[in-house]
């Protein structure tokens, strides 16, 4: 199927970009010996999970559902964490995951009978305190009052028996530099409990297929961890396995004219890429520039009925007609997982664009995917 033929609004996976990212992460594997695994919130389109899995280590899971999801899918490492789990969901955690990491010794010692008997490695999340990412104190993990990871005062050395491994996860969208600075912060507060473990993880936020990341830098800084500690370690990004390599296809469906001129799209921010709204930011768009750059500005909205459902400025060589296509750059992550029906939108499409160009229809959805969710 030729790109044009696809219905929009619809995401679509960059096959080939996927490849060079999961490419790079698979050399990271075999000169480190690392694992890496695929952060399922970031990215859950298991119909390329096939292809993930021929580079990466396994999958990790925030849930019971994504971890279900891993095992069927995936089938190669399957690990989980949340800051809380109950009894029947942890009972089937144990029977389809490998690892398992905690957020408190409370939830370890409640669960300690179960895992116990388990063919489980597991894990307690600390938090290092060590905060590196400046205005997203959504997505710190180490801010103050933090509920994610242990912290040193609350750190229970008697209660690690058993315990295989130690986790902690700080970063978004970070360079090799910040993880350093974290790992530093770390090994001060919890290194001594290292040299007993068998795994460390350190979680996401890596963004590795960024193209300035120093990527040697966190291949010395992995290989130092497992000379100095003799663990395994693990890598869990989201991002980085698809970064790029997705985009959201749309059509502009009317302008209205209010002082500037607004562009209406079959797709929405609120709906179908949150995180414009929620970070925010403004996702990169094919052939435009910023707002003034080029002679034609627009500002893109959806139909929704959200005043705010604004997804940003830009401006074009050319004038924008009624019909046209316009293409969301970046939009595999974050994207299909966060996105919704309010004010029963429809749900974009899901096809997948092959590095020759054609393009295949993964999944379509319809009017039963929106009522079913609702009563
Ligand atoms: C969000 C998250 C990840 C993945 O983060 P990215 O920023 O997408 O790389 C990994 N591990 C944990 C525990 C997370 O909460």
């Excluded at 960059?14 to 990271?28: F, W």
């Excluded at 980085?240 to 607004?262: F, S």
Aim: glycine share 6%.
């Amino acid at each position: 199927m030729r790109r044009l033929d696809l219905p929009t609004p619809c995401y679509i996976i960059d096959e080939a970009k996927l490849r060079s990212n999961l490419e790079l992460l698979h050399d990271i594997e075999q000169e480190t010996g690392a694992h890496i695994l695929l952060a399922q919130k970031a990215f859950s389109c298991f119909a390329v999970y096939p292809l993930i899995a021929q580079y990466l280590s396994g999958v990790t899971a925030s849930g019971l559902f994504e971890a279900k999801l891993g095992a069927e899918e995936f089938r190669k490492e399957n690990h989980v964490f949340s800051p809380a789990y109950d009894p029947e969901e942890f009972a089937e955690l144990c029977r389809i995951c490998d690892h398992i990491s905690f957020n408190s010794f409370n939830q370890l010692e409640l669960y300690r009978p179960v895992w116990e008997q388990a063919a489980v490695s597991v894990g307690i999340r600390v938090n290092p305190e060590c905060s590196t990412q400046g205005d997203h104190a959504i997505y710190d993990p180490c801010a103050k009052g933090s509920r994610l990871g242990v912290t040193k005062a609350n750190f229970h050395p008697e209660l690690l028996n058993g315990v295989d491994g130690l986790h902690f996860h700080t970063l978004c969208e970070q360079n090799a530099d910040d993880l350093i600075t974290t790992f530093a912060a770390f090994e001060e507060k919890f290194g001594e409990y290292l040299k007993q473990m068998k795994w460390l993880n350190l979680g996401g936020g890596h963004h590795i297929t960024r193209e300035d990341y120093d990527v040697s830098a966190l291949k010395q800084l992995i290989l130092r961890i497992r000379e100095t500690y003799g663990v395994e370690v693990y890598l869990e990004p989201g991002e980085a396995i698809a970064l790029n390599a997705g985009w959201l296809d749309t059509t502009v469906m009317d302008i209205v004219e209010n002082d500037i001129k607004i562009l209406i799209l079959d797709a929405s921010a609120a709906c179908h890429m949150p995180d414009v709204l929620e970070m925010p930011y403004r996702p990169p768009l094919t052939d435009a520039g910023e707002w003034g750059e080029k002679a034609y500005p627009y500002r893109l909205s959806a139909r929704t009925c959200l005043a705010g459902d604004i997804i940003g400025d830009y401006s074009f060589d050319r004038e924008i007609k009624i019909g046209d296509r316009l293409i969301f750059c970046d939009m595999a992550i974050y994207s299909m997982v966060k996105n919704n029906t309010f004010n029963g939108m429809p749900l974009p499409a899901i096809a997948l664009q092959r590095p020759d160009g054609s393009c295949e229809m993964i999944r379509q959805f319809d009017y039963q995917d929106f009522k079913r969710r609702l009563s």
